[in-house]
């Protein structure tokens, strides 16, 4: 007769077997954990150390970052804390007292300000495509302003009434349709027609609206711009564009601290979309429409991608986590599920343990968009199985500060 008890999940030597192996960080495809990008160069050719953000949530030093790796210089990379996350380490604030980030040495020389970086590095190494003060690229730097303007001023000002709201959205899609003019003029998919400096100047903050928008506006603004569409289709055919992409969960939660505030519209569809960002299914619309976040398509080894990073970080979730030790069975039911793609049921009280894990995954610092999602689903789908708790949530995620993300335990434990 079979029996009718819940399986047992897998040991952690079983699942160790079924995890994806460690990629390449210096040599292969753009990554958020390198330390050391070679190109095929040798480590004492190295002219340039980019000092980033450890969660890769910063939009400007996302800028710097994609220049080089679109450009293949080898660089080395030091990871700063912000101050939402946690002390900004004293190393860095020697070397620059305001702890702005990014920063970049070349050839033993500091530069900060993200343009002025972008311009040093053109006049070192020579520009991608046309250089930073071009007639051209100066232009689309100025629209890139307007736009960015028009987003905060629909996204951070709090308590907008009705008319003002359809003010800062009107105001907000003249400067989209404008992008979206400017890609359609050009020879390729892109802004100049073959990506060049000035598409590396829009991408981080149009990264950031497509999410922010979907979650506080209820607003897709690849549905509602093709162009931009099309745009952001071109770049996710780049590995380089992808290694750095981010996702509408992680964008929805680190952008708050950073723009002092981002403000909720409350209709209908903002609700059903920021409803759907932080509990799922995802993606986040139905099958028969086109994926918002992303036009690719889920690569093979997803779920054994993020049951890779989950093991390699293992004391320190159970350490961080607000059932500890005891969250030891319940996480294993989760990568059971992941993997095996079988229902495993945790053991009673551990949904919100296991929300707790689901809403701090961050894209791309822990894993790519799809392993995030596979991670993420297979929480939430045992959470689901709680016999007593299964409707519970974890506890919010703050939205003054990320100090729950402090990467400090991270590091100490197992660094990379
Ligand atoms: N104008 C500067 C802006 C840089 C900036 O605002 N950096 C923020 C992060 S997005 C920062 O480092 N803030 C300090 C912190 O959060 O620790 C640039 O283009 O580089």
């Not at 079924?18 to 070679?38: F, I, S, W």
């Not at 800062?168 to 390729?188: K, L, N, P, S, V």
């Not at 964008?251 to 609700?271: F, K, T, V, Y």
């Not at 890779?308 to 996480?331: C, G």
Request: aromatic share 8%.
């Amino acid at each position: 007769m079979e029996s009718c008890e819940p399986p047992d999940p897998l040991s952690w030597e079983a699942l160790a077997n079924l995890a994806a192996p460690e990629p390449d960080l210096v040599h292969g495809p753009t990554h958020a954990r390198a330390n050391l990008r070679l190109f095929g160069h040798a480590e004492e050719q190295v002219r340039v150390t980019l000092y980033r953000d450890h969660h890769a949530w910063c939009p400007y030093c996302q800028k710097v970052w994609l220049w080089l790796e679109e450009r293949r210089i080898p660089y080395r990379i030091r990871k700063v804390t912000m101050f939402c996350y946690g002390q900004k380490e004293r190393w860095f604030t020697q070397l620059v007292p305001s702890g702005m980030l990014p920063a970049l040495e070349l050839d033993g020389r500091l530069i900060t300000e993200s343009d002025r970086i972008l311009e040093a590095l053109e006049r070192a190494f020579g520009s991608l495509g046309p250089g930073m003060q071009e007639p051209r690229v100066w232009q689309l730097r100025q629209l890139e302003r307007l736009l960015f303007r028009a987003w905060c001023q629909w996204l951070c000002v709090p308590g907008l009434g009705e008319a003002a709201e359809r003010r800062a959205r009107e105001t907000f899609d003249r400067y989209a349709a404008a992008m979206g003019e400017a890609i359609e003029t050009g020879a390729g998919p892109f802004l100049l027609g073959e990506l060049s400096t000035a598409d590396l100047v829009f991408v981080p903050y149009v990264e950031r609206m497509n999410a922010s928008l979907a979650y506080d506006k209820g607003y897709l603004l690849r549905q509602s711009h093709p162009a931009i569409d099309r745009w952001f289709r071109a770049l996710e055919q780049r590995p380089t564009y992808l290694g750095t992409q981010s996702d509408f969960h992680t964008h929805a939660h680190d952008l708050p601290p950073q723009m002092g505030g981002c403000h909720a519209n409350g209709s209908a569809e903002q609700r059903h979309l920021s409803h759907r960002i932080d509990q799922g299914p995802w993606p986040i619309v139905d099958g028969n429409q086109p994926d918002p976040e992303t036009s690719q398509t889920e690569p093979q080894q997803a779920a054994a991608m993020a049951l890779a990073r989950v093991l390699k970080h293992r004391p320190a979730l159970l350490q961080r986590n607000p059932l500890a030790q005891d969250f030891d069975r319940p996480l294993r039911c989760a990568l059971t599920a992941l993997i095996s793609e079988r229902p495993c049921p945790p053991p009673a009280g551990s949904a919100p343990a296991l929300r707790y894990l689901r809403d701090r995954i961050c894209v791309p610092r822990d894993m790519p968009l799809h392993a995030a999602r596979r991670l993420r689903g297979a929480l939430e789908q045992t959470a689901c199985l709680d016999p007593t708790a299964a409707a519970l949530q974890g506890p919010e995620l703050p939205r003054q500060h990320r100090r729950d993300q402090d990467p400090l335990p991270f590091l100490s434990q197992q660094p990379g």
